[in-house]
């Protein structure tokens, strides 16, 4: 593959292969001198449209910590500003020599509009509600680091699932290794093409966390609601917020997981967000190594010396 655009359609060992070759790289950002020479004359632009965190700034490090060159631009403060087209700014970025294109963008497509535009590879790092395949890889990353296989096991996504590129690109990654997945959320907020996917559809909290192995929370995306279609913060908390006592249908050794950011006191509160049964910080520190595989694999390395993974 030239690039990343989604996990739908990856096979199985694409995914193992991306997910093995990301476990050296956590070993290197576990170092106290955190750099190695692979990606030395390399560039990556990160061209973000929307605001973010953790992947902008972990596809930053990931760069960084492979020694490649990387640039941030930002809608906000670029040409994008003035009116240039995101086909131009692209073509631009290449022009000034991008290896890799980062691109998030509030618009379900763009990256794949790119992809075809320019030679350089293209990750998406979420586009509208469609996918956000880097926050699924370091996901999966994570499931198979706790709990040594993905195959089998039940992953509850809750949450406002209607808008959610990360349940999306999850459903696609676990469902293809094997795990069940189940969707819960307002019915309102609950998109209707998920009953071709093979995730199962729950409305009630209860029933959609018995016997999770997983329980992935997502915020309510306030910048992407219209109107009649959610019901209130608060009302929302208390139909889908996970406390302890719903945490306890779940296993007993269930992971706690949000791609964040968390909106403290809506769908989690202090005690589920910070309990011993949450992964929410070890999933940051792997979403710069599964990132850090990711710019490696795309820019020609691998255990054959291909692009492929
Ligand atoms: N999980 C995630 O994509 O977070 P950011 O919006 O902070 O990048």
């Not at 632009?45 to 992947?55: D, V």
């Amino acid at each position: 593959h030239k690039d990343l655009l989604g996990l739908k359609g990856l096979a199985a060992e694409e995914l193992i292969f991306l997910l093995d070759t990301a476990r050296p790289m956590k070993e290197v950002i576990s170092r106290p001198i955190k750099k190695v020479p692979t990606l030395r004359g390399r560039t990556v632009m990160n061209l973000f449209y929307e605001n973010s965190t953790r992947t902008r700034g972990s596809f930053e490090l990931a760069a960084k910590y492979l020694s490649a060159d990387c640039v941030n631009i930002s809608s906000s403060s670029s040409s994008v500003a003035k009116g240039e087209s995101l086909y131009d700014t692209a073509r631009t970025i290449q022009a000034q020599g991008a290896d890799v294109i980062v691109l998030r963008h509030p618009m379900a497509g763009a990256p794949h509009m790119l992809a075809k535009a320019v030679k350089a590879a293209v990750i998406n790092a979420g586009d509208g509600a469609h996918e956000h395949p880097t926050q699924a890889l370091l996901d999966l990353f994570t499931v198979r680091e706790q709990r040594g296989k993905i195959a089998g096991l039940t992953v509850t996504i809750i949450g406002d699932i209607l808008h959610s590129r990360v349940a999306r690109s999850n459903i696609w990654g676990f469902t293809t290794l094997g795990a069940e997945v189940r969707v819960c959320g307002p019915p309102t907020l609950m998109p209707v093409e998920l009953t071709q996917t093979g995730a199962r559809v729950f409305y009630r909290i209860e029933e959609a966390l018995e016997g999770a192995d997983v329980v992935m929370m997502l915020r309510i995306q306030a910048e992407r609601q219209q109107q009649g279609l959610f019901p209130g913060l608060r009302e929302y908390s208390r139909l889908y917020g996970l406390n302890r006592e719903r945490l306890s249908l779940a296993k007993p050794d269930v992971l706690v997981m949000h791609p964040g950011p968390v909106n403290r006191g809506v769908e989690l509160g202090h005690d589920t967000a910070d309990g011993p049964e949450s992964v929410i910080e070890e999933q940051v520190t792997n979403g710069v190594a599964v990132r850090m595989a990711l710019l490696y694999l795309l820019t020609g390395g691998g255990a054959h010396n291909e692009a492929d993974y």
